[in-house]
């Protein structure tokens, strides 16, 4: 079945640490995206990719880092800048202008 | 600037009380605007989408409007099933990304 895979569902960070969030679709789209949903909020887009090579910054991009080198891959890496990075980070791919975005089931990320 | 406002922030009915949600929005060139309903812990899942003003669509108790400033999810007799918290979004023209409301959490007691 196609779809969008998130990994690990949740994940623990340190202080100062780097982590990185992985997000892996099958559907064959063009278009990637991360959110980040804080708790009773809406989804804030961080970074979009329309291309293999090529992202745009998002609303919230400060703190965060993306790569695209293959269609099918988007990870997202949470850096030490990000102050506040307890959340609930949702992955998300689309195929063109007029169609739905497919999302992943989550990842958890808390600070301890 | 793209906007989407969505209201009530939460909303509380009987099972068999049948309401609606609004979502309002600002945008340039809307492409699609677009339903979803995300469980607590999971990811949103597509419910519908709407193009232009005047169209409907509709699944099972669900049923949603697009007017030219503002969409309305209409839910008939809702069952405890229904609860969940549903998001609205539009696809602006110019750039391919989506623009979320901050949802409705709906509750529905027995």
């Known amino acids: 079945d196609g779809g969008i895979t998130q990994s690990p569902k949740y994940l623990f960070r340190k202080e100062g640490q780097n982590v990185t969030l992985s997000c892996e679709q099958n559907?064959?789209?063009?278009?990637m995206y991360w959110y980040r949903q804080d708790p009773g909020q809406g989804l804030r887009l961080i970074y979009y990719?329309?291309?293999?090579?090529?992202?745009q910054k998002g609303d919230i991009a400060e703190g965060y880092s993306v790569s695209r080198e293959k269609k099918e891959s988007f990870p997202l890496t949470v850096t030490s800048a990000q102050k506040n990075p307890t959340a609930f980070y949702l992955c998300?791919?689309?195929?063109?202008?007029?169609?739905?975005?497919?999302f992943g089931q989550g990842t958890r990320l808390t600070v301890v | 600037e793209d906007q989407v406002t969505q209201s009530p922030e939460a909303l509380r009915l009987q099972e068999g009380e049948s309401s609606s949600l609004n979502c309002s929005y600002t945008?340039?060139?809307?492409?699609?605007l677009f339903w979803y309903r995300q469980d607590p812990g999971k990811g949103p899942e597509f419910l519908f989408t709407?193009?232009?003003a005047g169209e409907e669509k509709e699944k099972e108790r669900l049923k949603a409007t697009l007017t030219k400033k503002e969409s309305f999810l209409h839910i008939t007799a809702p069952k405890p099933e229904d609860s969940a918290t549903y998001l609205c979004?539009?696809?602006?023209?110019?750039?391919?990304?989506?623009?979320f409301g901050a949802g409705t959490r709906l509750a529905v007691h027995p």
């Open positions: 990719s329309q291309i293999v090579n090529d992202f």
């Open positions: 559907l064959n789209h063009d278009a």
């Open positions: 709407l193009y232009s």
């Open positions: 998300a791919s689309l195929q063109g202008y007029n169609t739905e975005a497919f």
């Open positions: 945008v340039s060139g809307l492409r699609g």
């Open positions: 979004a539009v696809h602006p023209g110019g750039y391919n990304k989506l623009i």
